[in-house]
């Protein structure tokens, strides 16, 4: 069993940076592949970025590549989101996902945290 809790969201005003943290408990988390999903209200939920577990595979949306950086520290069992550049459009809840292998669709994640807030103000 994994459990995932994600920090880091706040209001930031376009152009600024933010980073997000996925704690996660459990000694195999560290094998597992970690995604960071968005939900904007009224939008479906939908893939941000994604690193596998030995942190050397890491893939990006479009809408985020280039602004968007995915790392993780398996010795503090946390993967990082660092996020510049922030736009309105990035406005979303912000979840941390754990499964077995590097994927793009929510279905391929076995646990999910909470969710943290991200707010974008122009």
């Known amino acids: 069993q994994v459990q995932l809790i994600e920090s880091g969201g706040g209001l930031v005003q376009a152009g600024g940076s933010l980073r997000l943290s996925c704690a996660g408990s459990?000694?195999?988390?560290?094998?597992?592949?970690t995604a960071w999903f968005r939900q904007a209200p009224g939008k479906e939920r939908e893939f941000v970025a994604v690193i596998s577990w030995t942190g050397r595979t890491t893939y990006y949306a479009d809408s985020v590549k280039g602004r968007f950086t995915i790392s993780r520290d398996n010795a503090k069992n946390t993967v990082y989101l660092r996020m510049s550049s922030l736009k309105p459009e990035d406005t979303a809840v912000y979840y941390c996902?754990?499964?077995?292998?590097?994927?793009?669709?929510?279905?391929?994640?076995?646990?999910w945290g909470q969710g943290t807030q991200v707010t974008v103000s122009s």
């Open positions: 996902a754990a499964g077995r292998a590097v994927g793009f669709s929510m279905g391929e994640y076995d646990y």
């Open positions: 459990g000694r195999t988390f560290s094998m597992y592949a």
